[in-house]
């Protein structure tokens, strides 16, 4: 009987297998390689955040495009909408509903962007042994990585990423902890490799934008 039921308890609960460490090695490598082979991605996705500071989940969704190995436009809908672009020069943040935008210039405050690069890591993995230690788990859909930021600047920012990656390496969900046990889930759904103009990664701020530099000028 127990034989009988083992492998469907194991459905329930899935089946997770850490990877050896040349396995996880070999497993970076062939991630990179796809990114190489396909810079740009696009994608909706759906996050849960959970913080202390809220009684309840905070559910949003929204669009990503990304292309290697820093360009992203993260667009969330809704109540609480907000459009994050980088072009690889300077990141903006803009608020619609308050009418206000933070701006960052790229290449002036090293923390900065180490802090970029290291978060786009797990969309990229390039370089990801600079910032992150690593193991790596194949799961019944794929493989799940489960990062540790390296850096005391990280550490600060990040105590975990775990990025979900498909047999096909398309990334299916993120789960971001911060070092406060805040936790952000992030689905990623409609994900397709196409080239993104460099048009999409192009901001500028409605001229009623109010308009703040938040590491100074």
Known sequence: ????????????????????????????????????KFPSITAD??????????QKPLNTSGTIAFTAPNLFRREVRGTSSSTTVCDGKQLWIYYPNF????????????FFDDSIAALTAGLNFSNIEDFYRYEAFREDKGYRLVLRPKTGGLKRMLKQLSVWVTDDF??????????KDDRIVTSYRNQKAETVPASRFDFKPPADTKISTPLGR
């Open 170 to 179: 398309m990334i299916a969900r993120t789960e971001t902890l911060s070092p």
């Open 99 to 110: 009418k206000e935008a933070e701006r960052y210039t790229l290449g002036e405050r090293a």
């Open 1 to 36: 009987m127990l034989t009988l039921l083992l492998p469907a308890l194991l459905s329930l609960h899935g089946h997770s297998a850490e990877l050896s460490s040349t396995e996880t090695a070999g497993l970076i490598g062939r991630l990179k390689e796809h990114r190489a």
């Open 45 to 54: 996705f759906s996050e849960e955040k959970v913080t202390r500071l809220l």
